[in-house]
């Protein structure tokens, strides 16, 4: 039978006797049951345990009004580590927790003397216990020179991040958490990188937080076309370790493993990740209409497998450019939403 992971929709085949087995998908690392082969998918929160995805007020959560019910956390939509597999890393073995559907946190869970790295800014909360630093360059080099250092940071400069990132360690003699927030609507996506191979590359910016011992890096673009044209520049972050790195997608995520020669043709900011075997170039998208009219630009991205892609619906371009065109004018002037009239009907209907 062939079954999906309910979170990131890694396609497995099994047979019938793994059916109601508890699993970990090998790309995100959630552990859900192995459905029946007549099992339905229709609900992919009931299928991950997580209750009915079903808008329902048995659970009286539309009762807010004068304090009648107190508004409880986010649901966990997804839970992960590395603690319990008794393998032996060089990056430090934490464990996480993702709250939330459209705009989520991550909550990192320390033992005694380990750490996470995170972008600056990015942090959330943390817990008694938590000692936060601001360390210059990649965290993971702090033992090289001055020179190693200033390269470094420099390299982050290239990639879009700040000089510095920040790190939290558990100081205390039990465990402790830290969590961060996404920078915008999306999903953080976990990536083991044991799991694929040490290293995954990714768009700028796309690194939220990680394991000690992942390092931060730059991938150049080696082709002058998907440089110029594909939307991620020549410069993009590679991420290498044999940790847990969590990185972010706007909107929704689409998880794609990449046959041999096997192509997707996408937009040039759809691209959140992907493997270094994965050949990533530009295509003219082809006829003027399409080009002019299509409202795509000139080129679309290519990937080509083998190996593994993670693909966004909303990027955070695209996002910013709604949002721009929707604020007002010079002279406090705005767009009439779903108005024929425009500013003529504002002055009748108002605000």
């Known amino acids: 039978m062939e079954f999906n992971c309910p979170m990131c929709g890694k396609q497995y085949q099994a047979g019938d006797d793994m059916t109601g087995k508890?699993?970990?998908?090998?790309?995100?690392?959630?552990?859900?049951?192995?459905?029946g082969s007549t099992a339905t998918m229709d609900d992919p929160f009931e299928s991950a345990g997580l209750g009915s995805g079903v808008n329902t007020t048995a659970d009286h959560d539309d009762q807010f009004s004068a304090g009648e019910v107190q508004i409880s956390s986010a649901p966990v939509t997804?839970?992960?580590?590395?603690?319990?597999d008794g393998r032996a890393r060089t990056s430090d073995e934490i464990d996480y927790e993702i709250f939330g559907h459209?705009?989520?946190?991550?909550?990192?869970?320390?033992?005694?003397?380990?750490?996470?790295?995170?972008?600056a800014g990015a942090l959330m909360y943390m817990t008694d216990g938590i000692e936060m630093a601001t360390v210059f360059g990649d965290p993971s080099k702090q033992d090289s020179s001055l020179f190693g250092k200033v390269l470094s940071a420099g390299k982050r400069v290239l990639t879009g991040e700040a000089l510095f990132m920040t790190t939290f360690t558990n100081q205390s003699q039990?465990?402790?958490q830290v969590a961060f927030g996404a920078p915008?609507?999306?999903?953080?996506?976990?990536?083991?990188?044991?799991?694929?191979?040490?290293?995954?590359?990714?768009?700028?910016?796309?690194?939220?937080?990680?394991?000690?011992?992942?390092?931060?890096?730059?991938?150049?673009?080696?082709?002058?076309?998907?440089?110029?044209?594909?939307g991620e520049g020549f410069i993009m972050q590679r991420l290498r370790g044999d940790g847990i790195g969590i990185i972010h997608a706007g909107g929704t995520?689409?998880?794609?493993?990449l046959e041999a020669g096997e192509t997707i043709r996408l937009d040039t900011g759809c691209l959140v990740a992907m493997g270094p075997t994965v050949n990533y170039d530009v295509q003219f998208v082809g006829g003027l209409k399409n080009a002019f009219f299509g409202g795509e630009g000139l080129f679309l991205a290519t990937v080509r497998g083998p190996g593994p892609v993670w693909l966004q619906s909303?990027?955070?371009s695209r996002f910013a450019g709604r949002l721009a065109s929707a604020i007002p004018a010079a002279g406090n002037t705005r767009k009439g939403e779903g108005s024929l009239l425009g500013g003529l009907g504002e002055m009748f209907m108002g605000d």
């Open 184 to 230: 915008y609507p999306g999903r953080c996506i976990p990536l083991h990188l044991d799991q694929l191979g040490g290293e995954v590359i990714c768009q700028k910016d796309a690194f939220l937080c990680g394991a000690r011992g992942t390092t931060v890096d730059i991938a150049f673009q080696k082709k002058i076309g998907a440089g110029l044209f594909g």
């Open 253 to 257: 995520m689409m998880y794609r493993e």
């Open 78 to 84: 997804m839970r992960g580590g590395q603690s319990s």
């Open 102 to 119: 459209e705009t989520q946190y991550v909550e990192i869970t320390l033992d005694p003397g380990e750490q996470t790295i995170a972008e």
């Open 174 to 176: 039990q465990r402790a």
């Open 314 to 316: 909303l990027p955070f």
């Open 22 to 35: 508890t699993v970990n998908c090998r790309t995100c690392g959630h552990a859900f049951n192995v459905p």
